[in-house]
């Protein structure tokens, strides 16, 4: 295997696993019962701790720059994408965690109703739900027609999306000249703009959040990059950003972050800010990628954190099983007489502390002892290794 065949961003790891803990913090507050009526609390938790949207949506961002980027370098070693071995390679890759969760959800853990009382915090109840949707890779619909109902197969939805991603995507870098491919990726990202502004309903959150067009824009956005990173005259660029601008830039996050809460305040014109924000977050989200693949003034680069970059290879499974921790959890807390609804801090934050490490020691145990066998095999179909 040669240099020019591999392909590595040392901080890519920690990236995807910062982005799964904000997502962890999101469900973990929603799913662990803690109750603090101050106003204090009700602030914090509202504006920082309710962004797992924001986690999600920089996943995609993350996933269309990797993916594009791989396509991009094959075709041009290649001088074409081979479409069969990039679907072979997604589904050794992603089908065996996402339908080991869904026969744990909708097989296994619905066979303990009886142990779970109905005030339980965590559903196993799957009567409200289409199964069909989860067999299919379509479970962001299922939010969209039947509701949230089972939250530990729900979580699928983004898989979901990424997989429909997957289907054509190949189709678009292998046949769109590569002249065009930009434009393409922009016209992807105003198509998603357009959809939220006329399609959303005056601005319908569910489906700004869970409609697969809506969400293409991140990972169009992600392409965009990965498109513009195989010009060496932009990444010279972004290696001379001065570190002030990079500052600035995550002060701007940190403000908008808190701010996105309150354009419902805009009243007629809230669809207007709602159809392109997202596009203002991943566009941030794909700046952020840029500085720490490539900038030489970082303020910090997050592969400096060996332990974080260590939980990178991970995330995926981090992000399929949490859900099942915190069920765990709270089951075994049940049966050993401990309080779970309207817990206290103390209990709180030892089910939070628990439920992640938790959640570690099975991700990295099924990647060890179950996705390892499934990843080697994928490596067998890939011209381009990303390590």
Request: proline share 3%; with cysteine; hydrophobic share 50%.
């Amino acid at each position: 295997m040669t240099e020019s065949n591999k392909v590595f961003f040392p901080n890519l790891e920690g990236l995807r696993f910062f982005a799964f803990f904000v997502v962890f913090v999101n469900h973990a507050t929603h799913s662990l019962g803690y109750f603090n009526h101050s106003n204090k609390y009700a602030f914090i938790n509202l504006h920082f701790f309710k962004n797992g949207d924001l986690g999600v949506s920089f996943f995609f961002v993350l996933s269309g720059f990797l993916i594009t980027y791989l396509l991009l370098k094959e075709k041009e070693l290649s001088g074409k994408i081979n479409i069969k071995n990039f679907y072979l390679r997604r589904i050794l890759r992603i089908w065996p965690v996402y339908f080991l969760v869904v026969a744990l959800c909708l097989i296994v853990f619905p066979r303990l109703g009886n142990l779970v009382p109905g005030w339980f915090p965590i559903s196993v109840d799957t009567s409200s739900l289409n199964p069909l949707f989860y067999l299919t890779f379509t479970g962001n619909f299922d939010y969209l027609v039947n509701g949230i109902s089972n939250v530990m197969i729900g979580v699928l939805w983004s898989v979901s999306i990424e997989e429909q991603f997957y289907l054509f995507w190949p189709l678009i870098i292998a046949f769109v000249p590569k002249k065009h491919l930009l434009k393409t990726f922009i016209a992807i990202i105003l198509g998603a703009i357009a959809f939220r502004f006329f399609c959303t309903q005056g601005g319908n959150a569910m489906i700004i959040k869970y409609h697969s067009l809506s969400c293409m824009s991140d990972l169009a956005m992600g392409a965009v990059i990965a498109y513009l990173s195989c010009n060496e005259h932009f990444i010279e660029r972004i290696k001379k950003i001065p570190r002030f601008v990079i500052v600035l830039i995550y002060c701007i996050l940190l403000i908008l972050i808190p701010l996105r809460f309150y354009m419902w305040k805009l009243g007629s014109h809230y669809v207007h800010l709602a159809s392109v924000a997202p596009v203002i977050f991943s566009f941030i989200f794909a700046f952020i990628i840029l500085e720490q693949n490539y900038a030489n003034n970082s303020f910090y680069k997050i592969s400096n954190s060996k332990l974080i970059s260590s939980f990178g290879k991970y995330t995926y499974g981090m992000y399929c099983y949490h859900m099942i921790s915190f069920f765990i959890v709270l089951f075994t807390f049940n049966l050993m007489g401990i309080k779970i609804l309207n817990m206290g801090l103390s209990t709180f934050l030892f089910s939070v502390f628990t439920s992640f490490f938790l959640t570690i020691l099975i991700s990295e145990l099924s990647y060890t002892y179950f996705e390892s066998f499934f990843m080697k095999l994928k490596n067998k179909y890939a011209l381009i290794h990303k390590e």
